[in-house]
């Protein structure tokens, strides 16, 4: 398995922006398929975005469409989440995981994060 460590969550106000970053040690960063998941208090973790392993292929929530982008440099073994026009239902727990396949569900993402807390005040 990868280890996989987020950073970049805090506080921000509506409307502001954040990037997160998730670094990978371990093993081969570019033979994995990367997602963004978040997990609000009292809700199921939720698919945010994925990248594939060249980068070519993004998918994204319908929620963040437009608004998130997701990016990856393999050289540096990091995965990006840029979130803009954040707003108050953004607030979550934000988490980087590994895969072996595009997917949109947590279900095949064998490697997670610590995760970070990005709280949107309005």
């Known amino acids: 398995q990868v280890q996989l460590v987020e950073s970049g969550g805090g506080l921000v106000q509506a409307g502001g922006s954040l990037r997160l970053s998730c670094a990978a040690s371990?093993?081969?960063?570019?033979?994995?398929?990367m997602g963004w998941f978040r997990q609000a208090p009292g809700k199921e973790r939720e698919f945010v975005a994925a990248?594939?392993?060249?980068?070519?292929?993004?998918n994204y929530a319908d929620p963040v469409k437009g608004r998130f982008t997701i990016s990856r440099d393999n050289a540096k073994n990091t995965v990006y989440l840029q979130m803009n026009s954040l707003k108050p239902e953004d607030t979550a727990v934000y988490y980087c995981?590994?895969?072996?396949?595009?997917?949109?569900?947590?279900?095949?993402?064998?490697?997670w994060g610590q995760g970070t807390q990005v709280t949107v005040s309005s």
């Open positions: 371990g093993r081969t960063f570019s033979n994995y398929v």
């Open positions: 995981a590994a895969s072996q396949g595009l997917r949109s569900t947590p279900v095949g993402y064998d490697s």
């Open positions: 990248i594939t392993r060249s980068g070519g292929i993004t």
